[in-house]
Protein backbone atom coordinates (compact mmCIF):
# COMPACT_ATOMS: atom_id res chain seq x y z
CA UNK A 1 0.00 0.00 0.00
CA UNK A 2 1.48 3.42 -1.08
CA UNK A 3 1.49 6.31 1.74
CA UNK A 4 -1.32 8.24 0.04
CA UNK A 5 -3.21 4.82 0.06
CA UNK A 6 -2.84 4.41 3.87
CA UNK A 7 -3.50 8.18 4.83
CA UNK A 8 -6.93 7.79 2.69
CA UNK A 9 -7.44 4.69 4.45
CA UNK A 10 -7.28 5.98 8.00
CA UNK A 11 -8.71 9.27 7.27
CA UNK A 12 -12.52 9.29 8.37
CA UNK A 13 -15.17 9.39 6.06
CA UNK A 14 -17.26 11.51 8.41
CA UNK A 15 -14.82 14.09 7.49
CA UNK A 16 -16.36 14.23 3.95
CA UNK A 17 -19.11 17.56 4.25
CA UNK A 18 -22.59 16.41 3.90
CA UNK A 19 -22.90 19.18 1.28
CA UNK A 20 -20.16 17.39 -0.62
CA UNK A 21 -20.98 13.94 0.12
CA UNK A 22 -20.54 12.00 -3.48
CA UNK A 23 -21.37 8.46 -4.32
CA UNK A 24 -17.99 6.19 -4.01
CA UNK A 25 -17.97 6.59 0.05
CA UNK A 26 -17.95 3.17 0.22
CA UNK A 27 -14.94 0.71 -1.20
CA UNK A 28 -15.81 -0.71 -4.39
CA UNK A 29 -15.20 -4.42 -5.05
CA UNK A 30 -13.94 -6.45 -2.07
CA UNK A 31 -11.72 -5.60 0.72
CA UNK A 32 -7.98 -5.25 0.39
CA UNK A 33 -7.18 -7.67 3.20
CA UNK A 34 -9.52 -10.39 1.17
CA UNK A 35 -7.81 -10.74 -1.70
CA UNK A 36 -7.59 -13.02 -3.46
CA UNK A 37 -11.14 -13.56 -4.02
CA UNK A 38 -12.38 -17.33 -4.09
CA UNK A 39 -13.61 -18.80 -7.43
CA UNK A 40 -16.69 -19.80 -5.11
CA UNK A 41 -17.41 -15.94 -5.30
CA UNK A 42 -21.77 -15.44 -5.25
CA UNK A 43 -22.63 -12.74 -7.49
CA UNK A 44 -26.09 -11.81 -7.77
CA UNK A 45 -27.57 -9.60 -10.36
CA UNK A 46 -28.99 -6.02 -9.20
CA UNK A 47 -31.64 -6.59 -12.54
CA UNK A 48 -35.23 -5.89 -11.17
CA UNK A 49 -33.56 -3.43 -8.36
CA UNK A 50 -32.73 -0.28 -7.31
CA UNK A 51 -29.53 -1.42 -5.57
CA UNK A 52 -26.43 1.48 -5.19
CA UNK A 53 -25.39 4.19 -1.84
CA UNK A 54 -27.39 6.28 0.17
CA UNK A 55 -26.59 9.13 2.69
CA UNK A 56 -28.14 8.59 6.06
CA UNK A 57 -28.03 11.65 7.74
CA UNK A 58 -26.48 10.87 11.52
CA UNK A 59 -26.34 14.31 13.54
CA UNK A 60 -23.59 16.65 11.83
CA UNK A 61 -22.16 13.25 9.98
CA UNK A 62 -23.52 11.31 7.03
CA UNK A 63 -23.13 7.47 7.34
CA UNK A 64 -22.56 6.09 4.06
CA UNK A 65 -24.83 3.10 3.10
CA UNK A 66 -25.66 0.67 0.59
CA UNK A 67 -28.96 -0.24 -0.19
CA UNK A 68 -30.77 -2.75 -1.91
CA UNK A 69 -34.70 -3.04 -2.64
CA UNK A 70 -37.22 -4.27 -5.50
CA UNK A 71 -38.21 -2.43 -8.04
CA UNK A 72 -41.56 -3.36 -7.78
CA UNK A 73 -43.98 -3.06 -4.68
CA UNK A 74 -44.62 -1.18 -1.19
CA UNK A 75 -43.87 -1.65 2.48
CA UNK A 76 -41.55 -3.93 1.89
CA UNK A 77 -39.75 -5.40 5.33
CA UNK A 78 -36.72 -4.22 6.52
CA UNK A 79 -33.21 -6.10 6.72
CA UNK A 80 -30.07 -4.34 8.67
CA UNK A 81 -27.19 -6.35 7.26
CA UNK A 82 -24.03 -5.45 9.38
CA UNK A 83 -20.63 -5.69 8.46
CA UNK A 84 -17.55 -7.72 9.19
CA UNK A 85 -14.45 -6.12 9.94
CA UNK A 86 -13.86 -5.85 6.12
CA UNK A 87 -16.62 -2.49 5.85
CA UNK A 88 -19.49 -2.55 3.78
CA UNK A 89 -17.34 -4.56 0.73
CA UNK A 90 -18.71 -6.38 -2.02
CA UNK A 91 -19.72 -9.88 -0.21
CA UNK A 92 -21.84 -6.98 2.60
CA UNK A 93 -23.62 -5.84 -0.91
CA UNK A 94 -24.33 -8.92 -2.50
CA UNK A 95 -25.77 -10.10 0.45
CA UNK A 96 -28.15 -7.54 0.37
CA UNK A 97 -29.14 -8.15 -2.95
CA UNK A 98 -29.77 -11.54 -1.87
CA UNK A 99 -32.12 -10.54 0.68
CA UNK A 100 -33.50 -7.73 -1.79
CA UNK A 101 -34.26 -10.42 -4.19
CA UNK A 102 -36.50 -12.09 -2.21
CA UNK A 103 -38.83 -9.33 -1.54
CA UNK A 104 -36.78 -7.40 1.25
CA UNK A 105 -35.70 -3.63 2.19
CA UNK A 106 -32.01 -4.66 2.70
CA UNK A 107 -29.33 -1.77 3.98
CA UNK A 108 -25.83 -2.06 4.98
CA UNK A 109 -24.86 1.00 7.04
CA UNK A 110 -20.78 1.58 7.26
CA UNK A 111 -20.46 1.40 10.64
CA UNK A 112 -16.81 2.35 11.09
CA UNK A 113 -17.13 5.61 8.72
CA UNK A 114 -15.62 7.70 11.50
CA UNK A 115 -12.54 5.89 11.96
CA UNK A 116 -11.53 5.06 8.06
CA UNK A 117 -12.13 3.30 5.54
CA UNK A 118 -11.41 -0.52 6.19
CA UNK A 119 -11.89 -1.71 2.56
CA UNK A 120 -8.28 0.40 2.13
CA UNK A 121 -6.66 -1.11 4.60
CA UNK A 122 -4.28 -4.09 3.19
CA UNK A 123 -2.41 -5.03 6.85
CA UNK A 124 -4.43 -7.27 9.14
CA UNK A 125 -3.21 -5.66 12.43
CA UNK A 126 -3.71 -2.27 11.07
CA UNK A 127 -7.18 -2.73 10.20
CA UNK A 128 -7.70 -3.95 14.01
CA UNK A 129 -5.47 -2.03 16.02
CA UNK A 130 -6.72 1.38 14.08
CA UNK A 131 -10.21 0.68 13.04
CA UNK A 132 -12.36 -2.04 14.06
CA UNK A 133 -11.01 -1.62 18.11
CA UNK A 134 -11.49 2.24 18.37
CA UNK A 135 -15.64 1.40 17.53
CA UNK A 136 -17.71 2.34 20.79
CA UNK A 137 -20.78 -0.03 20.54
CA UNK A 138 -22.62 2.98 21.76
CA UNK A 139 -22.15 4.46 18.65
CA UNK A 140 -22.93 1.75 16.57
CA UNK A 141 -26.10 0.99 18.31
CA UNK A 142 -27.22 4.91 17.44
CA UNK A 143 -25.90 4.60 14.24
CA UNK A 144 -28.39 1.39 13.72
CA UNK A 145 -31.39 3.40 15.03
CA UNK A 146 -30.44 6.12 12.91
CA UNK A 147 -30.04 3.58 9.90
CA UNK A 148 -33.50 1.83 10.85
CA UNK A 149 -35.30 5.53 10.85
CA UNK A 150 -33.97 6.85 7.71
CA UNK A 151 -34.93 2.81 6.05
CA UNK A 152 -38.42 3.37 7.64
CA UNK A 153 -38.82 6.71 5.86
CA UNK A 154 -38.06 5.43 2.68
CA UNK A 155 -40.07 2.52 1.84
CA UNK A 156 -39.43 0.00 4.49
CA UNK A 157 -42.17 0.20 6.50
CA UNK A 158 -42.90 -3.74 6.87
CA UNK A 159 -41.65 -5.32 10.03
CA UNK A 160 -37.74 -5.34 10.77
CA UNK A 161 -34.91 -7.96 11.16
CA UNK A 162 -30.69 -7.75 11.76
CA UNK A 163 -28.50 -9.83 10.54
CA UNK A 164 -24.61 -9.65 10.99
CA UNK A 165 -21.08 -11.25 9.97
CA UNK A 166 -18.43 -11.97 12.28
CA UNK A 167 -17.74 -8.42 14.22
CA UNK A 168 -21.34 -7.90 12.85
CA UNK A 169 -22.42 -11.07 14.44
CA UNK A 170 -21.86 -9.58 17.91
CA UNK A 171 -23.50 -6.97 16.57
CA UNK A 172 -26.75 -8.25 16.28
CA UNK A 173 -27.21 -9.27 19.46
CA UNK A 174 -26.11 -6.66 21.15
CA UNK A 175 -29.06 -4.72 19.04
CA UNK A 176 -31.40 -7.27 20.01
CA UNK A 177 -30.75 -6.14 23.56
CA UNK A 178 -31.24 -2.59 22.64
CA UNK A 179 -33.89 -1.74 20.00
CA UNK A 180 -37.40 -2.89 20.60
CA UNK A 181 -38.00 -1.77 16.87
CA UNK A 182 -36.82 -4.78 15.24
CA UNK A 183 -39.00 -8.23 14.85
CA UNK A 184 -35.80 -10.99 14.89
CA UNK A 185 -32.47 -11.06 14.60
CA UNK A 186 -29.75 -13.64 12.86
CA UNK A 187 -26.05 -13.90 14.11
CA UNK A 188 -23.69 -15.33 12.05
CA UNK A 189 -20.47 -16.49 14.44
CA UNK A 190 -20.38 -13.30 16.30
CA UNK A 191 -18.16 -13.15 19.53
CA UNK A 192 -20.26 -14.76 22.56
CA UNK A 193 -18.19 -13.68 25.76
CA UNK A 194 -14.65 -11.70 26.25
CA UNK A 195 -13.05 -9.02 28.42
CA UNK A 196 -15.66 -5.72 29.46
CA UNK A 197 -14.36 -2.37 28.44
CA UNK A 198 -14.44 1.79 28.03
CA UNK A 199 -16.28 0.96 24.13
CA UNK A 200 -16.98 -2.57 24.88
CA UNK A 201 -18.66 -2.60 28.14
CA UNK A 202 -21.02 -5.64 27.93
CA UNK A 203 -21.12 -8.69 25.43
CA UNK A 204 -23.89 -11.02 23.92
CA UNK A 205 -23.78 -13.08 26.86
CA UNK A 206 -24.23 -10.02 29.35
CA UNK A 207 -27.41 -8.90 27.78
CA UNK A 208 -28.54 -12.57 26.91
CA UNK A 209 -31.78 -12.47 29.47
CA UNK A 210 -33.09 -8.58 28.00
CA UNK A 211 -33.07 -9.74 24.24
CA UNK A 212 -36.02 -7.54 23.26
CA UNK A 213 -35.94 -9.11 19.89
CA UNK A 214 -35.28 -13.41 19.90
CA UNK A 215 -32.01 -13.88 17.79
CA UNK A 216 -30.90 -17.01 15.58
CA UNK A 217 -27.62 -18.16 16.00
CA UNK A 218 -25.58 -19.72 13.45
CA UNK A 219 -22.08 -21.06 14.55
CA UNK A 220 -19.21 -22.75 13.29
CA UNK A 221 -18.15 -26.18 15.10
CA UNK A 222 -14.60 -26.12 14.22
CA UNK A 223 -14.40 -21.85 15.15
CA UNK A 224 -10.49 -21.36 15.73
CA UNK A 225 -12.11 -17.83 17.41
CA UNK A 226 -14.80 -18.92 18.95
CA UNK A 227 -14.98 -21.90 20.98
CA UNK A 228 -17.85 -24.08 22.20
CA UNK A 229 -17.72 -23.62 25.45
CA UNK A 230 -18.57 -19.97 24.71
CA UNK A 231 -21.54 -21.36 22.64
CA UNK A 232 -22.67 -23.11 25.78
CA UNK A 233 -22.41 -20.57 28.19
CA UNK A 234 -24.77 -18.52 25.45
CA UNK A 235 -27.31 -20.90 25.74
CA UNK A 236 -26.86 -21.32 29.26
CA UNK A 237 -27.90 -17.68 29.24
CA UNK A 238 -30.52 -18.16 27.24
CA UNK A 239 -32.08 -20.83 29.08
CA UNK A 240 -32.09 -19.13 32.84
CA UNK A 241 -34.34 -18.70 35.26
CA UNK A 242 -35.86 -14.91 34.49
CA UNK A 243 -34.78 -14.44 30.77
CA UNK A 244 -37.23 -12.07 28.71
CA UNK A 245 -39.70 -14.00 26.20
CA UNK A 246 -37.42 -12.85 23.59
CA UNK A 247 -34.54 -15.32 24.85
CA UNK A 248 -36.75 -17.93 25.44
CA UNK A 249 -37.61 -18.15 21.73
CA UNK A 250 -33.92 -17.42 20.58
CA UNK A 251 -31.37 -20.29 19.99
CA UNK A 252 -28.44 -21.38 18.58
CA UNK A 253 -27.15 -23.42 15.73
CA UNK A 254 -23.77 -25.28 15.68
CA UNK A 255 -22.49 -26.34 12.07
CA UNK A 256 -20.23 -29.19 13.07
CA UNK A 257 -17.61 -28.82 10.37
CA UNK A 258 -17.63 -25.86 9.79
CA UNK A 259 -14.77 -22.73 10.36
CA UNK A 260 -15.68 -19.31 11.33
CA UNK A 261 -16.34 -17.42 8.22
CA UNK A 262 -18.66 -20.37 6.31
CA UNK A 263 -21.02 -17.90 5.10
CA UNK A 264 -17.93 -15.40 3.14
CA UNK A 265 -18.18 -17.32 -0.16
CA UNK A 266 -15.32 -15.38 -1.40
CA UNK A 267 -13.21 -16.97 1.20
CA UNK A 268 -11.24 -20.18 1.76
CA UNK A 269 -13.43 -21.17 4.51
CA UNK A 270 -16.40 -20.97 2.47
CA UNK A 271 -18.60 -24.10 3.02
CA UNK A 272 -21.55 -24.55 0.83
CA UNK A 273 -23.31 -27.16 2.27
CA UNK A 274 -23.73 -25.29 5.38
CA UNK A 275 -23.99 -21.98 3.91
CA UNK A 276 -26.80 -22.72 1.82
CA UNK A 277 -29.01 -24.06 4.48
CA UNK A 278 -28.01 -21.97 6.80
CA UNK A 279 -28.92 -18.71 5.01
CA UNK A 280 -32.52 -20.85 4.43
CA UNK A 281 -32.97 -20.83 8.08
CA UNK A 282 -32.62 -17.20 8.75
CA UNK A 283 -34.62 -16.41 5.88
CA UNK A 284 -37.22 -18.71 7.73
CA UNK A 285 -36.44 -17.78 11.17
CA UNK A 286 -37.60 -13.96 9.79
CA UNK A 287 -40.54 -14.83 8.27
CA UNK A 288 -41.71 -16.51 11.15
CA UNK A 289 -41.54 -13.47 13.42
CA UNK A 290 -43.35 -11.78 10.50
CA UNK A 291 -40.85 -10.49 8.22
CA UNK A 292 -42.46 -10.69 4.54
CA UNK A 293 -39.36 -12.77 2.85
CA UNK A 294 -39.32 -15.73 0.09
CA UNK A 295 -37.85 -18.82 0.50
CA UNK A 296 -34.74 -18.87 -0.75
CA UNK A 297 -34.55 -21.45 -4.18
Known sequence: MSLESERRSLQPMSSVDRRDFVKGALISGFAATTVPVSATTIQ???EGLEAGEVAIPVGQDVLPAY????????DWPLVIVIQEI??????????????AKLGAYAVAPELFFRQGNPGLVTDMQTLMREIVARVPDAQVMSDLDATLAWARGHGATGKAGITGFCWG?????????????????????????????????????DVAARLRAPVLGLYAGEDAGIPLDSVEAMRAALRA??????AKSSSITVYPQAKHGFHADYRAAYRSEDARPAFVAACAFFRQHGLAIQNPT
Do not use: K
Request: overall charge positive; hydrophobic content about 40%; glycine content about 10%.
Open 169 to 205: GRITWLYAAHSDAIAAGVAWYGRLVGQASELQPVHPV
Open 67 to 74: RARPLTGR
Open 241 to 246: DGVSTA
Open 44 to 46: TSA
Open 86 to 99: FGVHEHIRDVCRRF
